[in-house]
């Protein structure tokens, strides 16, 4: 088992960053892929960024290429999710995941996160 605790959100105005984290603990963090999914109410989970246990991989979806950036520290068992440039619909709850296998398999994140709420006002 992998318990993950995500934090870091909260309320910014718009053209602001937040910086999200997701500790880990339980089994090895280094041996899994980590990623960040949202989802707004009414709305599907998105599939936002990923990156492989060694951080040579990594994902970012278009809507949020060039202003989020993953990244992770193994030593602190954490992944972080820098947003910049943030916008009124990248309002969401926000949650971490981890799996094994390739980095963009959805299906291959098992272990989940309670999600922290992010909410960028105009």
């Known amino acids: 088992q992998v318990q993950l605790v995500e934090s870091g959100g909260g309320l910014v105005q718009a053209g602001g960053s937040l910086r999200l984290s997701c500790a880990a603990s339980?089994?090895?963090?280094?041996?899994?892929?980590m990623g960040w999914f949202r989802q707004a109410p009414g709305k599907d989970r998105e599939f936002l960024a990923a990156?492989?246990?060694?951080?040579?991989?990594?994902y970012h979806a278009d809507p949020v290429k060039g202003r989020f950036t993953i990244s992770r520290d193994n030593a602190k068992n954490t992944v972080y999710l820098q947003m910049n440039s943030l916008k009124p619909e990248d309002t969401a709850v926000y949650s971490c995941?981890?799996?094994?296998?390739?980095?963009?398999?959805?299906?291959?994140?098992?272990?989940w996160g309670q999600g922290t709420q992010v909410t960028v006002s105009s």
């Open positions: 995941a981890a799996g094994v296998g390739a980095i963009t398999q959805i299906g291959h994140y098992v272990y």
């Open positions: 339980g089994r090895t963090f280094s041996n899994y892929v």
């Open positions: 990156i492989s246990w060694s951080s040579l991989r990594l």
